[in-house]
């Protein structure tokens, strides 16, 4: 059974950084891509980041591209979400998904509808 779990949330200040990390198991994801989303109150789920696990292709959101770095270590099947400059805006819950690559490149890789396995999600909260 897949099982993601992430970690990594917390309370931090406008302009500060956090990781979060998105452990992974049940199968082998060498044919996975994983993603990460992000759900603020009242808003739908959106797009961040994704990383094809086993070429590290990556793919970003317009809106976090320069800011959130994805990135993934495969002996520890974790994947990671490097977060910069946080702002009060990027306050949300985060989550990550996972779904074969070749689902994703025929659905939308940026569509949170494709990802059959999802977290159970970390809140962020940035102060300003």
């Known amino acids: 059974q897949v099982q993601l779990v992430e970690s990594g949330g917390g309370l931090v200040q406008a302009g500060c950084s956090l990781r979060l990390s998105c452990a992974a198991s049940?199968?082998?994801?060498?044919?996975?891509?994983m993603g990460w989303f992000r759900q603020a109150p009242g808003k739908e789920r959106e797009f961040l980041a994704a990383i094809n696990w086993s070429f590290g292709i990556t793919y970003y959101a317009d809106s976090v591209k320069g800011r959130f770095t994805v990135s993934r270590d495969n002996a520890k099947n974790t994947m990671y979400l490097q977060m910069n400059s946080l702002k009060p805006e990027d306050t949300a819950v985060y989550y990550c998904?996972?779904?074969?690559?070749?689902?994703?490149?025929?659905?939308?890789?940026?569509?949170?509808?494709?990802?059959?396995?999802w977290g159970q999600g970390t809140q962020v909260t940035v102060s300003s």
């Open positions: 049940g199968r082998t994801f060498s044919s996975y891509t």
């Open positions: 998904a996972a779904e074969r690559g070749t689902t994703l490149q025929a659905m939308g890789v940026m569509r949170p509808q494709p990802y059959r396995y």
